[in-house]
């Protein structure tokens, strides 16, 4: 069965450090997997997503994330860490169907 | 473009009321799904579409009932509220497999 583990419910870091959101998933075909953001209050906007092309993968707001098949592993990071990335960030790995399926997610502190 | 709307963005009902969420997309994506988002859950998929005249049960479908009538529209319907339905509803909609999912701005539902 297919699923995502997003290690920590809450990630704390100071403004300016590197962050890195952890994602594993496990899938039984070639993974389509996604990084997705939650702002308090709104919908989650797609941050960028890895289909089978280049392993390292460019999203929005200075976030990238490296598809690592060895590890089944889809970390997210940003080199210096903004006040305004404060948020929750979704993995999720797509499903046969289509769908996705999602991880528990993890809240962003960003300290001044 | 407007993406994906979602009306109306608040509702409080009482236990056995009924009513439904519309979620409306002009970007002629063929794929449509409404998630709850619970905390500490993640989202999980109630309902979904791959295209017009086509639907079929997510993860937690019990209570809910769906329709795709058209390309654009996606509405739920809550049959008799519970207040385990209490949640915030979000509907999104993808162009295919190796696309992500443009979420609407949410329904923050309350069954008192």
């Known amino acids: 069965a297919q699923s995502v583990t997003q290690l920590g419910s809450h990630v704390s870091v100071s403004e300016g450090a590197l962050v890195l959101l952890r994602c594993n998933y496990s899938?039984?075909?070639?993974?389509?997997l996604f990084w997705y953001v939650q702002y308090p209050n709104q919908g989650l906007q797609l941050l960028l997503k890895?289909?089978?092309?280049a392993t390292l993968v460019k999203g929005i707001n200075g976030f990238e994330a490296e598809f690592k098949k060895s590890e089944t592993s889809f970390h997210l990071t940003k080199p210096s860490a903004h006040m305004s990335d404060a948020a929750e960030y979704f993995c999720?790995?797509?499903?046969?169907?289509?769908?996705?399926?999602w991880g528990a997610g993890t809240k962003l502190i960003i300290k001044p | 473009n407007a993406g994906v709307t979602q009306t109306p963005k608040f509702q409080v009902l009482k236990t056995g009321q009924s009513m439904t969420l519309q979620c409306a997309q002009d970007m002629n994506h063929e794929y449509m799904s409404w998630y709850r988002q619970d905390p500490g859950m993640g989202l999980r998929l109630i309902h979904y579409?791959?295209?017009?005249?086509?639907?079929d049960q997510g993860e937690v479908p019990n209570g809910y009932n769906v329709s795709r009538s058209t390309t654009e529209d996606f509405p739920l319907r809550l049959l008799s509220a519970a207040p385990s339905q209490t949640s915030v509803y979000f509907c999104?909609?993808?162009?295919?497999?190796?696309?992500?999912?443009?979420f609407g701005s949410g329904t923050r539902l309350t069954v008192v």
């Open positions: 899938s039984s075909v070639p993974p389509y």
């Open positions: 999720a790995v797509r499903r046969r169907n289509y769908q996705l399926i």
């Open positions: 999104a909609s993808s162009a295919g497999q190796g696309f992500g999912y443009t």
């Open positions: 890895y289909t089978s092309a």
């Open positions: 579409s791959v295209g017009a005249g086509i639907t």
